[in-house]
């Protein structure tokens, strides 16, 4: 069974920073991607950022609100995705969830939360 299981998150002064992590475990297939949502309180939820499994080198896609503030990043030995949250502010306060497209279906984390406040 196919398990996806998040980490890193809590509180945060506004400008500090966090990282998340997501571990896939339970998989014999290939991870084609693996992504960052989040849910803000009232909101739907939007893509953070995402990273392609290729192995010359995966492409990374940010939503506009996480350009050059946050990284994501794979290791793919351990079926992991981090995503570095660097300069955050109260407006990234969500829940962020995991997401991979193993084979053809997508799975998705339980979620963490981050809170962004003074």
């Known amino acids: 069974q196919v398990q996806l299981v998040e980490s890193g998150g809590g509180l945060v002064q506004p400008g500090g920073s966090l990282t998340l992590s997501c571990a896939v475990s339970?998989?014999?297939?290939?991870?084609?991607?693996m992504s960052w949502y989040r849910q803000l309180p009232g909101k739907q939820r939007e893509l953070v950022a995402s990273i392609t499994n290729i192995p010359s080198g995966g492409s990374a896609n940010y939503a506009d609100s996480a350009k050059g503030r946050f990284t994501i990043s794979r290791d793919n030995a351990k079926n992991t995705v981090y995503l570095q949250m660097n300069n955050l502010k109260p407006e990234d306060t969500a829940i962020y969830y995991c997401?991979?497209?193993?084979?053809?279906?997508?799975?998705w984390g339980q979620g963490t939360q981050v809170t962004v406040s003074s």
């Open positions: 997401n991979a497209l193993i084979q053809t279906t997508y799975y």
């Open positions: 339970g998989s014999a297939g290939t991870i084609f991607s």
